[in-house]
């Protein structure tokens, strides 16, 4: 089965897989993979940017989403007369002819994949680039793939992809995506330390997080900074020690990255 592989590691944001799949689709027609895509309005690849923390400590993730290409996909379950269906690739293709007017489509979506064509009153989505695959193109891999100039898409056999330590989008729909991430942004707790009494920022010390979630360590750089990376969602006890003196917080990650700011130590 077909699969992809996105490296959010490598991800600069340059958005040229979203151009290739806009350059390949608008204008288009590729039935009976597809219509034309819309010029606006529609992206069935995107880069969605996140940015995480409290300045200055501050993270910013790129992230490549399109149709996940689900074992278990809703929109399938969703359509009539099958006009959703699977490839013996793994595929999910929507039949623009048999969807026409099935708007039940979109809605079925948890990922918020498909979209509505109003003028030609059918729903739309990626379609990992078929037409390509199947022969008679220069290109013989989805445009996003072979747009990307730093290699943080990869496209293939499910089995000959590196899967060691990827994740899927929400595994807990149980929709069994066909797309993997590997670097999904983790939460983290940032800060710079100071002394208030010589106003002076504290180079190397500890600080310490505890919680359900673990334990996580961290010392203060030559700024004074420390970040505690790849923490899960959770309550925590912040504690903070250099010479003699110690500063405790209780802090959480429940919802948001932490960028503490500035954080005297007395």
Request: glycine share 10%; net charge negative.
């Amino acid at each position: 089965m077909k699969a992809f592989l996105i490296d959010l590691d490598k991800c600069v944001g340059c958005h040229d897989c979203q151009i290739g799949c806009k350059d390949e689709h608008v204008g288009n027609d590729w039935s009976p993979y597809a219509k034309p895509q819309p010029e606006v309005g529609q992206f069935w690849l995107k880069v969605n940017q996140y940015e995480r923390g409290a300045r200055p400590h501050v993270k910013v993730t790129y992230m490549p989403v399109m149709c996940n290409h689900c074992e278990n996909a809703p929109c399938m379950d969703a359509a009539k007369d099958g006009a959703v269906y699977r490839r013996e690739d793994g595929l999910v293709l929507i039949d623009p002819a048999k969807a026409k007017g099935q708007k039940a489509i979109v809605d079925a979506c948890p990922y918020h994949a498909v979209y509505w064509n109003e003028e030609l009153q059918i729903p739309q989505k990626c379609t990992g680039c078929a037409h390509l695959l199947d022969g008679g193109h220069p290109i013989s891999v989805p445009r996003c793939v072979d747009n990307c100039h730093v290699d943080v898409i990869t496209f293939g056999e499910e089995a000959d992809l590196d899967l060691e330590g990827t994740e899927v989008l929400h595994p807990e729909w149980g929709t069994k995506p066909r797309v993997f991430y590997r670097g999904l942004p983790k939460k983290f707790i940032a800060g710079t330390v100071y002394d208030p009494e010589t106003k002076e920022v504290v180079i190397g010390a500890t600080v310490t997080a505890t919680g359900e979630g673990g334990t996580f360590t961290a010392e203060t750089d030559d700024w004074g900074d420390f970040w505690l990376r790849g923490l899960p969602n959770a309550d925590w006890t912040l504690t903070i020690e250099a010479g003699g003196k110690k500063k405790v917080l209780e802090v959480s990650t429940t919802e948001k990255d932490l960028g503490l700011g500035d954080v005297a130590l007395a």
